[in-house]
């Protein structure tokens, strides 16, 4: 099956500076990945969409200057927090679609950030 | 906008018990429904749902979609406490963006 990963499983850093996730597709060629967040309890929450290639799409209420994302290849896509503060604590995940007909997302196992 | 509504938020349980839990939305131009459970780590595929009335079935674990009532159910028999997990309800539209519209789970705790 479909396989998407994710690096780091888990960061700790202090306040201020810049961490940054990778979403890989490891075995499939991901048109488009989504990154989520998620707090404890609740649901996943769409940051935004990237199609490789191009700009990301962020949802309502997502600083884009804040959540950079990079989608450069087909295969990767990065998620950098920059500036992060201890509210940016949270389990950020990606998804990745491929080509079928039923554009099934396949999940990354998710990142935890601590920020100190 | 959008809406995608699960109930209950969370559920207590003994082992050996059924549950059902409920999902409703409100989509423009619905494409299918999915069901997925959530551990300690991202959301494992359980369900999709396209056609109305069609009951999927893995094990203990089944659901049915009604188009009509706008709505699915997740059922599970014979709970464990392996079932323990937040089971989280999705809805794809059928925009070509490929986004899922997340209910906000319900998290279900199964004691022995």
């Known amino acids: 099956g479909a396989v998407v990963s994710q690096h780091p499983s888990w960061v700790i850093c202090k306040s201020g500076t810049s961490v940054k996730i990778e979403c890989r597709s490891l075995d499939f060629q991901a048109t488009t990945m989504f990154w989520y967040r998620q707090f404890p309890k609740q649901s996943l929450m769409l940051m935004a969409t990237?199609?490789?290639?191009?700009?990301?799409?962020?949802e309502q209420g997502v600083e884009k200057d804040k959540f950079l994302i990079n989608h450069a290849s087909l295969t990767l896509s990065t998620l950098t927090v920059t500036s992060a503060h201890p509210e940016d604590s949270s389990f950020y995940i990606c998804?990745?679609?491929?080509?079928?007909?039923?554009?099934?997302?396949?999940f990354g196992p998710g990142t935890r950030l601590t920020v100190l | 906008e959008d809406k995608v509504v699960q109930s209950p938020l969370s559920l207590v349980v003994h082992e050996g018990d059924t549950v059902t839990l409920n999902c409703s939305y409100e989509?423009?131009?619905?494409?299918?429904l999915l069901w997925y459970k959530q551990e300690k780590k991202a959301p494992t595929f359980l369900f999709m749902l396209t056609s109305s009335g069609i009951e999927k079935k893995s094990g203990r674990l089944s659901s049915i979609l009604d188009k009509k009532e706008l709505s699915s159910i997740l059922n599970i028999t014979a709970t464990q406490t392996g079932d323990s997990a937040i089971y989280l309800c999705a809805v794809l539209p059928a925009s070509n963006t490929g986004k899922l519209i997340f209910g906000q789970g319900t998290t279900l705790q199964v004691k022995p």
């Open positions: 989509v423009t131009n619905f494409r299918s």
């Open positions: 998804s990745a679609t491929g080509t079928g007909p039923n554009n099934e997302q396949f």
């Open positions: 990237s199609n490789e290639g191009s700009k990301a799409t962020y």
